[in-house]
């Protein structure tokens, strides 16, 4: 399983400075001489480390592979039924992302999948294939120039070259959705037919309660250099 760590770092008055994958926060005391004096606090939990364990979100399908080196029509990944593979998951659009019939409004974490059937030769019909994301499908993407403009929601091992006419769907080929389920008929003779899925992200990560502990620890910390203070 491929695992990502995202790090959601909670605001204080003062700097902050990261060092490694650790969150120190800098506070600024006055000593009994009167001079600036820093201390670190350790605040691990400023530092929100919440670990995903990025589970395949194509459930089910005809062929779940892993990433191909290449998408293309000539030289990239061949098949002769289809097949698909996660891309970017987890991903907060920063822009409205174009669909099939409309859009995804912005500020919309989303997982992105591709399914495709291109054969190295001849022809290949696949006929109502179901697939089942492990999130409700949002859209589907198949016009090229869309396409070609949701590339940054691939695969980071992933080479596309996708800038050619009849990339998508024709007319004698469909697809129907129903909540997180996709029935997909392709009819594939030169050149392949590649799809992009979006569905609404299960990995959604959430803030993790910071612990007492921590708190006590800064708390005990700061009252330590106030009552040296006081008592100058």
């Known amino acids: 399983m491929l695992h990502k760590q995202k790090i959601f770092t909670y605001l204080y008055q003062g700097p902050i400075v990261h060092i490694s994958s650790t969150t120190y926060h800098v506070l600024h005391v006055n000593s009994l001489s009167g001079k600036n004096m820093t201390f670190k606090s350790l ?3 400023a530092a929100i480390f919440v ?3 990025a589970q395949a979100a194509i459930v089910s399908g005809p062929d779940i592979i892993s990433a191909p080196s290449l998408i293309s029509d000539d030289t990239g ?3 002769n039924s289809q097949q698909g593979f996660n891309e970017q998951q987890s991903y907060l659009l920063a822009a409205d992302l ?3 019939g409309g859009s995804i409004a912005s500020g919309t974490v989303i997982d992105s999948h591709m399914i495709f059937l291109n054969t190295a030769s001849g022809n290949s019909y696949q006929y109502n294939k179901l697939w089942t994301f492990s999130g409700d499908i949002l859209g589907v993407i198949q016009q090229k120039n869309d396409l070609v403009a949701s590339n940054y929601l691939g695969h980071d091992d992933t080479t596309y070259e996708l800038n050619f006419n009849n990339v ?4 004698n080929e469909s697809y129907s959705v129903l ?9 594939v003779s030169e050149p392949g037919d590649w799809i992009r899925v979006i569905t609404a992200s299960s ?3 959430a803030p993790v309660p910071v612990p007492a502990a ?3 620890f800064c708390s005990a910390l700061i009252g330590l250099f106030v009552g040296r203070r006081k008592t100058a």
């Open 43 to 45: 605040v691990i939990s």
């Open 51 to 53: 670990s995903i364990n």
């Open 77 to 79: 990944a061949t098949n």
């Open 98 to 100: 174009d669909i099939d």
């Open 168 to 171: 998508g769907l024709e007319s």
């Open 179 to 187: 909540g997180n389920q996709l029935t997909l008929t392709m009819k």
């Open 203 to 205: 990995l959604v990560p």
């Open 214 to 216: 921590v708190w006590l």
